[in-house]
């Protein structure tokens, strides 16, 4: 099986073939002697012959390809239950800058339609691989220290499943859906969100009363959190509440034309711990008219539907929050 996209550049992912394991070998090791020199370390073995042999092996290998030659590789774990992880992914140095690793990520997660959450780690030292992961879809979740006595750190990445992607095309009837707007550009901004309820089966919601719709409490990612730490922290900030989170729900992809902005808010489902104290909004907020509000699911679920925003963004706050909603309630 081959998966292609259509665009200047094609690339193709398929199962590896033996004759081409040296020359993957030959390109794993140019594409990670950075991490050699910076590390002293790269993906333990992947210098190997038998590490690509194993790949072929146990059926976890992928070749990439790019204008019908070898353009890197990939090693992929069914980890069951439609979660998958992307243990290595490497492409030929002299092949940077085309856009090719975007669309070997593309091109992979197609080739397994039955992944439904995806996982990786990259070094904690290489932002180049997380701002190409985070534009990829990849929240930051956590860390480890894979090396014992070592301060080597790698950064733990996830991807949960894909709820709703939003144009302005799908919200505003005077937009030309054969005109889509030129995403590349677009600024990212990763938010974390929850579906936060209490013991007595209440959830909160906040009221945006000046703009006239309900929004899941939430908001963005600050450098050097993880999406946990961020849910919490938001959740403390509008809900005034300390949580525990039970569950992930999925994320949403906002693409808002207006602002060249493209947005992923990753959801979980979240219970109150102890009482809600205050909410602390921001001055913005305040004057948005936010109120902080516990209410049924059902309840929630019909305010939402039938608010109608007086603003540009809110239409994309109340499609992304009752895609999350709906998930939550399924």
């Not at 199962?15 to 040296?22: D, K, M, T, W």
């Not at 020359?23 to 210098?47: T, V, W």
């Not at 301060?151 to 030309?176: G, T």
């Amino acid at each position: 099986m081959s998966v292609q996209k259509e665009a200047k550049q094609i690339v193709t992912v398929s199962p590896v073939q033996s004759f081409q394991l040296e020359e993957l070998r030959r390109i794993a090791i140019a594409a990670f002697a950075e991490d050699l020199r910076r590390y002293g370390m790269m993906p333990e073995g992947i210098e190997t012959i038998e590490w690509h042999e194993e790949g072929l092996g146990d059926g976890s290998y992928l070749v990439i390809e790019s204008q019908q030659r070898v353009a890197g590789g990939a090693r992929i774990f069914d980890l069951g239950d439609g979660t998958f992880r992307l243990g290595s992914l490497f492409i030929d140095p002299a092949l940077h800058g085309r856009g090719i690793g975007k669309q070997a990520m593309e091109a992979i997660e197609r080739y397994y339609p039955q992944a439904r959450t995806w996982s990786l780690d990259t070094p904690a030292g290489s932002t180049r691989n997380q701002r190409f992961y985070a534009h990829a879809g990849y929240v930051k979740v956590g860390e480890s220290y894979p090396v014992q006595d070592s301060d080597f750190c790698l950064f733990d990445y996830a991807k949960p499943e894909l709820l709703v992607e939003i144009r302005d095309a799908e919200l505003f009837a005077d937009r030309n859906p054969d005109k889509p707007a030129d995403e590349h550009g677009f600024a990212l901004r990763q938010a974390a969100r929850a579906v936060l309820t209490d013991g007595a089966g209440r959830m909160a919601l906040m009221h945006v009363a000046k703009d006239g719709y309900h929004k899941l409490p939430g908001g963005g990612i600050e450098p050097g959190e993880d999406v946990y730490s961020a849910l919490r922290r938001e959740m403390r900030e509008e809900s005034g509440a300390e949580i525990e989170v039970t569950g992930t729900i999925g994320m949403t992809a906002e693409y808002i034309a207006e602002y060249k902005l493209k947005q992923f808010s990753y959801a979980y489902s979240a219970e109150l711990v102890g009482s809600p104290g205050e909410s602390a909004f921001t001055e913005e907020e305040q004057a948005g008219g936010f109120a902080a509000m516990w209410v049924k699911p059902d309840e929630a679920l019909s305010l939402m539907e039938n608010d109608q925003p007086k603003s540009y963004s809110g239409h994309f706050i109340r499609c992304r929050d009752l895609a999350i909603l709906r998930a939550y309630l399924n």
